[in-house]
């Protein structure tokens, strides 16, 4: 029952994303190339197919609604990785399923593991910062609604912030709006072990690693979280090596750690994050100038 319901939603998005692609490649045809002899020329062509009766605009209108569905398939798909994840038992039936084709069971243990890092990675910083809430003597920092971040280390913005097709990146619903693919920080590239600093004064709620179930390094890898009150709290993520501990009080600047590619990485960079009461933020709108792609 449960190998099946998973089919359905598998069939349904491969079927979904073949429409849209086709729905796409038509749509571009009825639009028109752009040649480079005028910036207009496209939306020209799609005018006068338009005005010569070319279903462009309800063609247009079924590949929203093609999008519309293949986006609520992909969340259906997270939301059964979710409680998959979270069910030993459920696991057992699926790999059990593939158990004779295993290039359907590498697929489904990517996804499943990729939806578990996530969940377990979260539930550590929330288990964190419910710790650190609780403490009577946690007394971070005096300072500003908004602290003043600081760039934690200098380079590249690698890659930016927020939607993208980069299939290493979370599933997030980010200002109620459902992303398959999302950056929930900034990459800072720079050579491998260069010092990482914290951005701004706070204590160290979390220092530790993210492994999977073989004890390998995944998600964010080795990684730091710092609380800097009112909300705040910046994550470091991929570090090669941490040089401070859970509980310790931090000043700007100070080093955490040791920039490395631990965990899911595609080489030695920071992933820098900060989240004010749980939801993410853009770095680069707090860095400002700091650190230019």
Not at 21 to 42: C, K, T, V
Not at 83 to 106: C, D, I, R, S, W
């Amino acid at each position: 029952m449960v190998w099946s319901v998973f089919v359905h939603i598998e069939r349904d998005i491969v079927v979904l994303e073949r429409a849209a692609a086709q729905e796409r490649e038509h749509i571009n045809e009825l639009a028109g190339p752009n040649d480079g002899r005028d910036p207009s020329f496209g939306a020209t062509r799609a005018r006068d197919a338009v005005a010569g009766g070319a279903p462009l605009v309800s063609l247009v209108e079924a590949h929203r609604q093609t999008v519309s569905r293949y986006q609520a398939m992909v969340q259906q798909e997270y939301q059964f990785f979710v409680v998959a994840a979270k069910n030993p038992m459920m696991q057992v039936g699926l790999y059990e399923a593939t158990a004779t084709t295993p290039a359907a069971t590498a697929v489904l243990r990517y996804d499943l593991d990729a939806v578990t890092t996530q969940l377990q990675q979260e539930q550590a910083i929330a288990t964190a910062e419910d710790a650190a809430a609780l403490q009577v003597s946690h007394q971070p920092p005096a300072s500003a609604a908004t602290p003043r971040i600081t760039a934690p280390v200098g380079g590249v913005v690698s890659q930016g912030f927020g939607s993208t097709s980069l299939a290493l990146e979370p599933t997030v619903t980010y200002h109620g709006v459902f992303y398959e693919h999302f950056h929930t920080g900034i990459d800072i590239a720079n050579a491998l072990d260069t010092p990482v600093g914290a951005a701004a004064p706070g204590r160290v709620i979390l220092a530790g690693s993210s492994r999977d179930a073989t004890g390998k390094l995944v998600g964010y890898g080795n990684y730091v979280v710092i609380d800097h009150g009112n909300g705040y709290v910046t994550l470091y993520g991929h570090l090669d090596q941490l040089v401070v501990t859970t509980d310790q009080l931090v000043l700007r600047g100070q080093e955490i750690g040791l920039l490395g590619s631990t965990g899911w990485s595609t080489g030695p960079h920071l992933h820098f994050e900060i989240r004010h009461d749980g939801e993410f933020l853009n770095p680069e709108t707090l860095l400002g100038a700091a650190v230019r792609s």
